[in-house]
Nanobody
Framework: QVQLVESGGGWVQPGGSLRLSCAVS????????LGWYRQVPGKERELVAT???????KYVGSVKGRFTISRDNAKNTVYLQMNSLKLEDTAVYYC??????????????WGQGTQVTVSS
């Protein structure tokens, strides 16, 4: 069974940075497209970044130039480096296979997510 365990969230001031991690088991990050989603209460989950099996990345316009998705195949882990954080980036962040940004993947069971709070 695929397991996705997100970590690295926390509280930061606007303009700050965080790096999120997604530890994957049950599949290889090298052989699958993966993405980061975020969700605020009462709102639909939004796919914000993807990386495919070639390492090609895509981003939603609101995070482009600020967020970087990457992976470490040896650790079977996907990362999201978030810089220049804004108040509107506050959300629970999840990893999963991507549906959106041109992808139509089957979604695995969701992990617990990791909370990112941007405030002053």
């Amino acid at each position: 069974q695929v397991q996705l365990v997100e970590s690295g969230g926390g509280w930061v001031q606007p303009g700050g940075s965080l790096r999120l991690s997604c530890a994957v088991s049950g599949m290889t990050v090298s052989g699958n497209a993966l993405g980061w989603y975020r969700q605020v209460p009462g709102k639909e989950r939004e796919l914000v970044a993807t990386i495919d099996n070639y390492g090609i990345t895509k981003y939603v316009g609101s995070v482009k130039g600020r967020f970087t998705i990457s992976r470490d195949n040896a650790k079977n882990t996907v990362y999201l480096q978030m810089n220049s954080l804004k108040l509107e980036d506050t959300a629970v962040y999840y990893c999963n296979r991507p549906t959106g940004l041109g992808y139509y993947s089957s979604i695995d069971s969701w992990g617990q997510g990791t909370q990112v709070t941007v405030s002053s």
